[in-house]
């Protein structure tokens, strides 16, 4: 009875709840019942044979539900063996899957995500933190997930609530381990926030959870026992899913429209390092946000996107009924689509069930990013003259081999958070740790800093920047020498180029905290390749009351035994 388990809403009955259609039961929810189906429906299963069905059964029900979470949920860190791919290695799964479960809300809502943390795997870290990549952290600084800038990691057997709002806030946002290479390992996944009052809500016909899409790179060595700078991964999943060079022909992920109809597409790039070239044959993209913020529609055949960037495009389904190749060509690794590597398929409704066969054309209209323009407010901040702001930064980039520098100083994580420390009493860059890595930015003030790039300094280019708190200008962008304070792109990732590139950008200082600024890829980062901003620190204390829960993060996990970190 109760073991009767099927897909495309066979409704199951769960223990005190009215039956419900399996494609509209979390992932989590469903994980968290299979116990009690398995003990009604086969009471004389061994305790090894009910694991292992247990196992599995939470594995292939969760890959197929679609079923967004949040704003309040509960997200359980946990280790599992999965095979993305094809290939079969232990990862970090959020809710029993990879990537995490979508989580969605609303502009204005709380979102409540409770973390629990029930790691066992050492070598992929058992502790964790989780960044809301995007979200401005107003006033709960101490919710924005860096670990030891904004709090201590989360320790195994232990829990923590994530409560913060998005505040004029919406779009397409992600989130991710912020602990060491740990997302690496994958614990990342998507996240959305709605606007009922959405200015492009014209272009579309549909936005919900089947029209999001991830990019991931995917490696079959855990970060911590491969090579410290990986040349490339070994598959590209796209929503979760791919195939390796060499290996077998396994799923790849489907993408259904309907002909006629438009749809807001998601694109997240949960990339730990690798950047995508992504298309779709035969169908343009007309891109509407970068990064959460809105921009005027600008249509294009591919984009370029890079780790942590975000980008909703809108594509039309006028094409015949047939199936089409989508691709996210990686810069490193396997560079070719043979076998249907780097690739998903966009089908259309009351298409056969095959792989495609069309064939990739030369991109003649690739995203180009000065060519993005901000709906709303267009101009940076400050003066329209070279460094024309309150403060003025040039970033001086170097690299000996094993870690990276700015400013002469690598990023080595304090033991204590620098939040942790300013509550304390800390208030000069001076007094902050890591020493050298930490400056103060004055409150309600204009900020451009420079990313300049060389032949040597930055080696691994071009990098992702991201910062903290904040969505800022380009008024320079990567591949340009022009500067535009009238309309420049507004985003919180950028690629800051190679060589000759003087990418800058520049932001208003109005949300006091301790805010990352760092390489977002993440084997940079474990390299030290970061700083952090101490903004309008003397306010830190009255703007952000941390919860109790969060002071005692430090003295759990300053306990933890060597082998449980």
């Not at 429209?257 to 997240?268: D, S």
């Not at 396997?334 to 064939?359: K, Q």
């Not at 180009?368 to 940076?380: F, N, Q, S, W, Y």
């Not at 969505?471 to 792109?489: D, E, K, L, M, Q």
Request: net charge negative; glycine share 8%; proline share 6%.
């Amino acid at each position: 009875m109760l073991g009767l388990l099927a897909h495309n809403g066979i409704k199951v009955p769960l223990p005190g709840h009215d039956p419900v259609p399996i494609s509209f039961v979390s992932s989590g929810l469903l994980t968290a019942f299979i116990p009690h189906l398995l003990f009604l429906s086969f009471p004389n299963m061994g305790r090894i044979a009910s694991l292992s069905v247990l196992i599995t059964l939470s594995l292939s029900l969760s890959r197929t539900a679609l079923a967004a979470i949040g704003p309040v949920t509960d997200l359980t860190i946990s280790n599992a063996d999965i095979s993305p791919d094809g290939y079969t290695r232990a990862a970090v799964v959020v809710n029993g899957v990879f990537p995490g479960p979508l989580i969605t809300g609303n502009t204005g809502d709380n979102f409540q995500i409770n973390v629990i943390d029930n790691l066992t795997n050492e070598t992929m870290l058992k502790s964790t933190t989780i960044h809301w990549h995007g979200f401005f952290q107003s006033g709960t600084n101490w919710a924005d997930g860096g670990a030891f800038v904004n709090q201590c990691p989360i320790a195994t057997g232990n829990s923590f609530l994530y409560d913060f709002t998005a505040k004029d806030q919406a779009g397409t946002f992600w989130y991710h381990s912020h602990l060491s290479t740990q997302y690496c390992d994958g614990l990342r996944g998507p996240m959305v926030v709605y606007d009922p009052s959405d200015p492009h809500a014209s272009l579309y016909d549909v936005d919900d959870e089947s029209t999001v899409i991830t990019l991931s790179d995917w490696y079959h060595t855990a970060a911590k026992l491969g090579a410290a700078f990986p040349t490339g991964p070994d598959s590209v999943l796209i929503n979760g899913l791919g195939r390796f060079s060499g290996g077998n022909s396994t799923d790849l992920a489907v993408i259904t429209v309907e002909q006629g109809k438009r749809y807001r597409f998601r694109l997240v790039s949960l990339s730990c390092d690798s950047n995508f070239k992504f298309s779709i044959d035969n169908h343009n993209l007309t891109v509407i946000e970068v990064d959460a913020v809105n921009h005027e529609a600008l249509t294009v055949d591919e984009i370029q996107i890079y780790a942590g960037q975000r980008y909703s495009f809108v594509l039309t389904a006028d094409q015949d009924i047939d199936n089409y190749w989508v691709r996210a060509l990686p810069n490193g690794g396997t560079v070719s689509f043979s076998g249907g590597v780097n690739s998903a398929i966009l089908r259309y409704s009351g298409a056969p069930e095959v792989e495609p066969t069309t064939n990739q054309t030369l991109s003649t209209n690739t995203l180009v990013e000065t060519d993005l323009v901000p709906l709303d407010d267009p101009a940076a901040p400050g003066e329209a003259v070279a460094e024309g702001v309150d403060y003025a930064m040039s970033l001086n980039f170097s690299f000996n081999g094993s870690n990276f520098f700015i400013n002469g100083e690598t990023f080595v994580p304090p033991t204590v958070p620098v939040l942790l420390q300013i509550l304390s009493g800390a208030q000069s860059a001076s007094s902050l740790l890591p020493s050298g890595s930490v400056y103060s930015l004055p409150s309600n003030s204009t900020i451009e800093i420079a990313f300049p790039i060389t032949a040597t300094n930055a080696p691994g280019a071009p990098h992702p920047f991201h910062l903290h708190g904040h969505t800022f200008s380009v008024v320079r962008s990567a591949g340009s020498s022009t500067y535009n304070y009238a309309n420049p792109v507004r985003r919180d990732v950028v690629n800051t180029g190679t060589a000759g590139d003087n990418v800058t950008i520049r932001f208003k200082t109005d949300n006091p905290g301790p805010w990352f600024l760092h390489c977002h890829i993440d084997f940079h980062l474990e390299a030290g390749f970061a700083m952090v901003f101490s903004e309008d620190t003397d306010e830190v204390a009255s703007f952000n009351t941390p919860s109790t829960a969060w002071e005692n993060l430090c003295t759990t996990y300053d306990a933890l035994d060597s082998s449980d970190l």
